[in-house]
């Protein structure tokens, strides 16, 4: 004999009931494994326990992000694959590796593009950033938004850098992106791509001499202990971004999809913020711990050392398309 509809209605609610007052959620929960390559104590750490928390409340539970730092299930470049692969749910990371994956990315890339952070953020917020985000679908990514790295500035173990020249002969620690390392040769450096999980040991054994990173990323990684000088050459802006593995975006309900847009959003304030707290310190707090800080560098001389790969980078990239960014209001 066939249940009545009122007793199954009441099995059901008795049991919605009973999971309430267990504390387990009366819904399924899904968990999603995020990943990034610094410290929880970050620009980037702040991000991803803000869109973890945001998740879980603006999904009512249906959804619960898992927090992994330091690199602990990979460094970016393999993220990055992970999230294209599967392997992974969400991570934040840098465009370091990303022209690996989508090319048209790399121009960001490009050294002294951006004037400050307003106009980074402008421009990334505005048509030209949101066009790019919509590169990654095809790649099997999702770019939930653009977060931020920073100004990046020269760090060594051998001398304090003033002026290009200074740079020549320096071997230094790149990330795997192909604009930089085109760029920085014309420096004079000699560049070394390598994960930034690895960047410690190897500048504490002495295999680079030094590397280029933003603040926030100095400060973080406490590069101070292996590092003597620091020059504010501000020479590139790193963009980061909080990418999603397409199959696990897709299965979500189109409420769920603005929740998650709504809690990237909310976790790119705060690492923006961060971000401003740590460019109003850090130069202080790095002098106290005895590095060397140049910090009125002549940037127009660095830039103008570039000349030949400027030529290079416009006819790649469309001369219009590097001005339309560079004189973005
Ligand atoms: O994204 O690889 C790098 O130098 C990045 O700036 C770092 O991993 C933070």
Do not use: C
């Not at 022209?99 to 890339?109: G, T």
């Not at 985000?133 to 001398?159: C, D, Y």
């Not at 030529?311 to 339309?324: P, T, Y």
Request: glycine share 8%; charged share 20%.
């Amino acid at each position: 004999m066939r249940p009545s509809r009122l007793f199954v209605a009441l099995a059901i609610g008795i049991g919605a009931v009973s999971a309430l007052l267990s504390g387990t959620p009366a819904v399924a929960q899904t968990a999603m494994k995020m990943n990034i390559s610094l410290a929880q104590n970050s620009h980037y750490g702040v991000a991803v326990d803000t869109f973890a928390k945001e998740v879980e409340r603006r999904t009512n539970g249906r959804y619960k992000i898992q927090n992994f730092y330091a690199g602990a299930l990979g460094a970016e470049r393999e993220s990055i694959e992970g999230v294209q692969i599967g392997t992974l749910d969400i991570t934040l990371t840098s465009t370091g590796p990303i022209p690996n994956f989508v090319p048209e990315v790399a121009i960001l890339d490009i050294p002294f593009l951006f004037r400050d952070y307003a106009q980074a953020r402008a421009v990334l917020d505005g048509p030209i950033g949101q066009d790019l985000l919509q590169k990654f679908p095809a790649k099997g990514i999702v770019a939930l938004g653009w977060a931020e790295n920073g100004f990046r500035h020269m760090t060594n173990s051998k001398h304090a850098v003033n002026a290009p020249d200074d740079l020549r002969g320096l071997k230094m620690r790149t990330m795997e992106n192909p604009i930089h390392i085109q760029a920085y040769k014309q420096f004079g450096i000699l560049p070394t791509p390598m994960a930034f999980t690895e960047v410690f040991t190897a500048l504490q054994q002495g295999t680079v001499d030094g590397q280029e990173n933003p603040l926030s990323v100095i400060t973080a990684a406490k590069l101070d202990q292996v590092q003597k000088y620091l020059s504010l050459t501000g020479h590139v802006y790193s963009p980061a971004l909080i990418l999603m593995n397409k199959g696990q975006w897709d299965k979500l309900s189109a409420l769920d999809k603005q929740a998650f847009l709504d809690s990237a959003r909310e976790a790119i304030k705060v690492n923006r913020a961060r971000v401003d707290e740590d460019e109003g310190k850090a130069v202080a707090d790095l002098r106290s711990k005895g590095m060397n800080v140049v910090e009125a560098v002549d940037k127009a001389k660095f830039q103008a050392s570039l000349a030949p790969v400027y030529a290079e980078f416009g006819k790649r990239f469309g001369q219009e398309n590097i001005d339309r960014i560079r004189n973005y209001r």
